[in-house]
């Protein structure tokens, strides 16, 4: 049992390893293309600590996989990719920090990283002072939303107004269209209840409860009167390390006869669907940013995902059955610096200096067709709202596993949009 | 659902976190009345109580109730062992010094916290209760037909968690006994009456700090093997029951049981049922309003005794 330490003790010997690496010549060989040869510096706001660490943990698998696999086919613009990671406690206050000492000590040309929102809404500004690329894999509507600034983008995930509203449509068809909302209390939640209860509208639906949940909450049962009795479907965003209880204690209070239920995933990342408790799970809907469990129409790039970043058909470690990824989210991680790459090399950026030109070549971005940088599916981008889109997938579990049951477009996920970066000055 | 009905389940919910409180705030409430430390590792003792049950309910394996079993037994003494580490290797060399002990339990807090990340990992994990029923929960009403009992739509609970309250009530008596009763107890009380008298009449004052160190810590770990079949073991989990802790002990009075467990009732009941009823923010808000009612109109809490 020694996950976290895995990641850093890696990532260290990797940093050690890539300065022997430069220093010997026949290697350096391999990047000799480049005007300059120095390492392309990405600064990895990573969640090591903090409530988000399982999160970080796998995130910093996927990083380090993803640039081993640019490194190997010969770096961005023929120089090597170094990550700089540094831990930002899930912190706001220190995510700020992290990038202050990305730009001005640890001499990165970007950062990168970032998931929970609050630390993406606590750092984006100093990003935008420091004049420093800031890439988020973070989900959050707060970048389409056109609260942040030019310097923020979130290339390599989906946000949360997208998937929740591709959502609705399925829902209201084959679940049902009395639902009975339960999410935590705070912006993630709140981002939840306010567009899905708009879309579930447009499908002729309605939401008949709405039950926030402190997210400190440790025991739910107390909660579950309020949920009507003609519910037709329990609609369920819960987050953080007590979501377990949640679920069992709904699959208590409901006993033998229970609604449909539809979750999203983000209540089970880095959880064993197997864990004691969870049985009551089985036959409910879940949405997947990316199918934790191996498919039977499994496409070539998803499987090489996998074996790169050492994660079984299962969606849990090579190494230990036991450690489940986050599978839903941490391609995000490895697409964004595909991006980023692709950014790089459109912009022919050299350093920091063309850190504008970076960003006007990734705004420039549209499709991204579905391949071994976009493993999890088809994209498209929209350089306006800094916002990629992408296909939602929904699960049913069945005998404990997560099987596919819709795919949806990339148009379901669209909307109109709140914010034009691209007129925003440098 | 009606509004009885759902009392009743406030207040089975709350009753379950008042006994786990209570357990937990005993244990900070024994080191401060003897030792005079304010342990701000409390919680992470708490903590270690429910990561080493699921390491040893993992590692054992067959039947959940062997495994639970073994926790019972193992989680505190290894918890009251790491702190009698503590007591020897940083309390006593610093003379048990108020702020010091401060300083060095915020150091063991993040040190426990760190050593489980690192270890255990950042997942929440679950460990199987020994048993776990649902059980429906009757209702009575007059009506039409006069008395009559009926089984309201999700008025239930689960037998672990009756058991959860049933065993933190023994525990709560054993140890009040043991407290009383015991030569055990009552060298703990004389400690606590005056630390130099005891020295006086050959008490080993030192040793005792140290087992009653342990034993605070052992009392929180206990709690955390009960309550973490229903909660996951996690390793940030430390952190509420702390605050929860110094809320109790503030209010029943530094070093009283019975203001300690009369503060645990008080405050995991009017949690559950303000949290259900009005708003959890509001149950956090009153709570935190009678830390400060008691503190300014009665400083030693409830059943403190006032300073000599």
């Known amino acids: 049992m020694t996950p976290k330490l895995m990641t850093n003790r890696r990532s260290v010997l990797k940093g050690a390893a890539a300065g022997g690496l430069l220093a010997a010549a026949p290697l350096a060989a391999r990047f000799a293309s480049a005007q300059s040869s120095a390492p392309i510096k990405i600064g990895f706001q990573q969640h090591s600590t903090g409530i988000g660490a399982a999160y970080g943990r796998w995130y910093g698998r996927t990083t380090e996989a993803a640039v081993k696999m640019i490194n190997d086919a010969g770096g961005i613009n023929g120089r090597p990719v170094e990550i700089v990671a540094e831990d930002d406690g899930t912190d706001p206050k220190r995510g700020a920090e992290v990038l202050e000492k990305f730009a001005n000590q640890s001499g990165c040309d970007v950062a990168f990283g970032t998931l929970f929102s609050h630390v993406v809404i606590g750092s984006a500004p100093a990003a935008g002072e420091l004049k420093l690329p800031y890439f988020v894999v973070s989900e959050g509507h707060h970048v389409a939303s056109g609260m942040l600034n030019r310097y923020t983008l979130q290339p390599g995930i989906t946000d949360v107004k997208s998937q929740v509203q591709a959502m609705a449509p399925y829902v209201s068809e084959n679940l049902g269209k009395k639902v009975t909302m339960i999410y935590p209390d705070f912006a993630f939640g709140h981002d939840h209840r306010d567009y899905f209860s708009a879309a579930i509208k447009e499908q002729g639906g309605e939401v008949l409860e709405m039950i926030a949940i402190p997210p400190t909450e440790t025991s739910f049962t107390k909660y579950f009167p309020k949920i009507p009795r003609d519910t037709e479907v329990i609609y369920h965003v819960m987050v953080g390390p007590a979501v377990l209880t949640f679920v069992k204690e709904l699959g208590e209070f409901f006993g033998p006869s229970r609604p449909e239920i539809f979750g999203f995933i983000d209540s089970l990342e880095a959880v064993d669907l197997a864990s004691p408790g969870l049985e009551f799970l089985e036959g409910t809907y879940f949405w997947e940013g990316n199918p934790r469990y191996a498919q039977e129409d499994q496409t070539s790039h998803d499987k090489m995902f996998r074996e790169a970043v050492g994660v079984d058909a299962n969606g849990a470690s090579v190494s230990d059955p036991k450690d489940v990824s986050t599978y839903a989210h941490m391609f995000g991680c490895w697409e964004t610096l595909h991006v980023i790459k692709a950014g790089m090399e459109a912009a022919g950026y050299q350093g920091p200096e063309d850190r504008a030109k970076l960003i006007e070549a990734v705004e420039a971005m549209t499709d991204m067709p579905q391949s071994d940088a976009h493993p999890q599916g088809p994209k498209r981008f929209n350089g306006k709202t800094h916002q990629v889109f992408g296909v939602q997938y929904i699960s049913k579990v069945e005998e404990g596993k997560l099987v596919k049951v819709h795919t949806t477009s990339i148009e379901d996920t669209l909307y109109p949009d709140e914010v034009d970066y691209t007129s925003m000055s440098f | ?308």
Do not use: C
């Open chain 2, 1 to 308: 659902m009606d509004f009885g009905p759902h009392l009743l389940l406030a207040v089975l919910e709350g009753a379950v976190g008042a006994a786990v409180l209570a357990l937990t705030a005993l244990g900070l409430s024994l080191v401060f009345g003897v030792m005079r430390v304010v342990n701000v590792a409390h919680g992470e003792f708490f903590m270690l109580g429910a990561v080493i049950a699921w390491f040893v309910a993992t590692s054992i394996g067959g039947h959940p109730a062997v495994g639970f079993v073994a926790a019972l037994a193992l989680a505190p003494l290894i918890a009251g062992l790491v702190a009698v580490l503590v007591d020897r290797l940083i309390l006593k060399p610093v003379k048990y010094d108020p702020e010091a002990t401060i300083v060095g339990t915020i150091g063991v807090l993040y040190i426990l916290q760190q050593t489980a990340l690192m270890t255990y990992g950042p997942e929440a994990r679950p460990v199987e209760p020994p048993f776990s029923h649902r059980i429906a929960l009757p209702w009575f009403e007059w009506g039409e037909n006069g008395f009559a009992m009926f089984y309201p739509w999700g008025l239930s609970t689960n037998s672990y968690k009756l058991f959860v309250i049933g065993a933190a009530i023994v525990i709560l008596l054993a140890f009040w006994l043991i407290m009383t009763r015991s030569k055990a107890g009552l060298i703990m009380r004389a400690t606590q009456l005056d630390r130099e008298t005891a020295l006086a009449f050959g008490i080993p004052v030192s040793r005792v700090y140290s087992i009653v160190f342990g034993l605070g810590a052992g009392l929180a770990a206990l709690a955390a093997v009960l309550i973490v079949p229903i909660q996951q073991a996690h390793y940030l989990m430390g952190h509420d029951p702390l605050l929860l802790s110094f809320i109790v002990v503030i209010i029943g009075g530094l070093g009283s049981i019975r203001g300690t467990v009369l503060a645990a009732v008080l405050i995991g009941m009017s949690d559950g049922i303000i949290s259900v009823f009005l708003s959890p923010t509001l149950s956090k808000i009153i709570a935190t309003l009678l830390v400060a009612l008691v503190l300014v109109f009665r400083p030693q809490g409830l059943f403190g005794k006032k300073p000599a």
